[in-house]
């Protein structure tokens, strides 16, 4: 009778060991694929990176070329963008509609704008 449960229990031992097993393999191959994932990521993160430094110099030498002031123009879109993120974080467009606000300024500004250029308006 003794010798029965102390098998029964050495073979649910057993068992247990034998999933625990498989799980750790499981494991062990998440983990790997996980590295490979992670290593092709930051190869490709360099390679992108010298693109667009490349990319960068080639833009810079042309601008240098036509006179367009990088600085200024960096900073104003670097303005613009944190006006948007701002108006974004205070749901100020989503709530009270100052999208048509936007919109009916635009006309007035593009009406002005051609008055301003020269243009002849009706």
Same mark, same amino acid.
């Given at each position: 009778?003794?010798?029965?449960?102390?098998?029964?229990?050495?073979?649910?031992?057993?068992?247990?060991?034998?999933? @625990?097993?498989?799980?750790?393999?499981?494991?062990?191959?998440?983990?790997?694929? @996980?590295?490979?994932?992670?290593?092709? @990521?930051?190869?490709?993160?360099?390679?992108?990176?010298?693109?667009?430094?490349?990319?960068?110099?080639?833009?810079?030498?042309?601008?240098?070329?036509?006179?367009?002031?990088?600085?200024?123009?960096?900073?104003?879109?670097?303005?613009?963008?944190?006006?948007?993120?701002?108006?974004?974080?205070?749901?100020?467009?989503?709530?009270?509609?100052?999208?048509? +606000?936007?919109?009916?300024?635009?006309? @007035? +500004?593009?009406?002005?704008?051609?008055?301003?250029?020269?243009?002849?308006?009706?």
């Amino acid at each position: 009778m003794g010798f029965g449960d102390t098998a029964k229990r050495i073979q649910t031992l057993a068992d247990k060991a034998e999933r @625990t097993y498989q799980k750790l393999n499981e494991l062990r191959d998440e983990v790997q694929n @996980t590295q490979e994932t992670v290593n092709d @990521t930051a190869e490709r993160v360099g390679r992108l990176e010298n693109e667009l430094a490349e990319q960068r110099a080639i833009l810079n030498a042309i601008a240098e070329e036509v006179g367009v002031d990088l600085e200024a123009t960096s900073a104003e879109a670097h303005i613009g963008e944190a006006e948007t993120n701002a108006e974004a974080a205070s749901g100020d467009d989503a709530e009270d509609g100052t999208n048509e +606000d936007v919109a009916a300024s635009d006309d @007035t +500004d593009a009406a002005a704008g051609d008055d301003a250029e020269g243009a002849e308006t009706p």
